[in-house]
């Protein structure tokens, strides 16, 4: 376990000090809304709004995979990533520890682009806050559980950026139909549908157990 | 390489048989009253499948069985499945629209299994690049391993995730006993046989490419290692 809280520490200090991850990952964000405004403007009626939780998610989504792209890159200097691997301890909990700081920041990105998001798109996100949150953090949960264990193979391939979302996009539509689905209802009607937050539980613990239990042997050298 | 030689030739031989009497039984079969004959691709769309989830379902079995026993043939077998498992269901995603338009009047809907095989096609399609862009054999095999793994896992999951965003099936139900017309049961029941001698065939020299490329490899590094 001390492995875990080390790892999740190690990475949140580097972050803090260069922020060079959570800047290009808001940025990003950002101009994904911006972009996704300018290609589908809502209209008027819930009808013509009936795709918007899904733009959100498009959001959420580019900028967790451009998070996960950086989470073993900066390992590659100095060859921190052969050490991580030498390091005497059980490697399920560096895996935790890795996937837990891309979920921190995938979190504070998410609030900012969900900020943009009701600001361009005209939304009243307030009162449904603190439900929209707990999905937010359900959705990125997954993402970054299966997203840290691709991205450790993703970035000791050739075209590791390009790699990790081909891993990535497809393992992902659960992760994507579940959180879409509570987050159009939660958005439109005000209430949480019970059986798309079963989903996101049930994906999310079999990525965790899956991602803990072959991360032994992703980190081989 | 000899018994490699031998089993080719005989699922080679198989292959030919089957393939022959299966084509005659198509040419044969009754024309379907409201289809007409594009119904007859249902004698080559319904194998193919087969083929696709074998081929799958032996990537991710020997893929965790490599990861076991770490024995270099098992990977062997991963991939070569892989590859014959994405023939097939590029097969199955071709012959399917053509079917689709002519019966639904369009290429392609959301349909439950028509998504879930799309997404399963993906998967494979992002193993093989996988392989391709991994450097090295060992650790190609292990990540390939893992992904192949991960792929299995989440197909229970997509089913019920694109149930849920009310993907209702218009897709004809899974045939059962006695639900095939007089005169379909042959050509359907050898399209079967086809497909499994064609999918046997092609793993039997998949895996033959296999075991040359290794030797070869093994042969370069003893020759490097003697210069060095």
Known sequence: MSALYAVLWKDLVSEWRSRDRLVAMGVFSLLVVVVLYLAAPPGVGPEARAHVPGLLWVAYLFAGVLGLNRAFATELENE??????????????VFLGKALASFVLLLVVQLATAIAFALAFDLD???????????????????????????????????????????????????????VRATNALLLEGTLPWPALQLLLVTDGVFAIVSFLTFEVVLDE | MKRNTKLLRATAGCLAACAGLWAFFIWRAPIDSMQGPLQKILY??????????????????????????????????????????????????????????????????????????????????????????????????????????????????????????????????NLGRGSLGAGMGAPFALGMLTAFAAFAHLLVRRLEVGALRAALDRAEAEAMRREA
């Open chain 1, 80 to 93: 921190a990533l052969s050490l991580l691997a030498l390091a005497p301890v059980e490697r399920g909990f």
């Open chain 1, 125 to 179: 996100l307030w009162p449904v806050a603190g439900r929209l949150a707990g999905v937010a953090a359900l959705g990125a949960a997954g993402l970054c559980s299966v997203g840290t264990l691709f991205s450790a193979m993703a970035v000791r391939t050739q075209y590791r950026e390009v790699m990790l979302p081909l891993l990535l996009l497809p393992l992902l539509v659960p992760v994507l139909l579940g959180a």
């Open chain 2, 44 to 173: 080559v769309h319904v194998p193919c499948v087969l083929g696709a989830y074998l081929g799958f379902a032996l990537t991710a079995a020997s893929g965790a069985l490599y990861l076991w026993r770490r024995d270099e043939r098992f990977d062997r077998l991963s991939a070569a499945s892989a590859e014959v498992g994405v023939l097939f269901c590029t097969l199955v995603l071709l012959t399917g629209p053509i079917w689709a338009k002519g019966t639904w009047g369009r290429w392609w809907t959301w349909d439950l299994r028509l998504t879930l095989t799309l997404l399963l096609y993906l998967v494979y399609v992002s193993y093989l690049l996988l392989r391709s862009f991994t450097e090295g054999s060992e650790r190609a095999a292990r990540f390939a391993a893992v992904y192949a793994i991960a792929g299995l896992t989440v197909i229970p999951l997509n089913y019920f995730a694109i149930d849920l965003a009310g993907g209702r099936t218009v897709h004809p139900e």
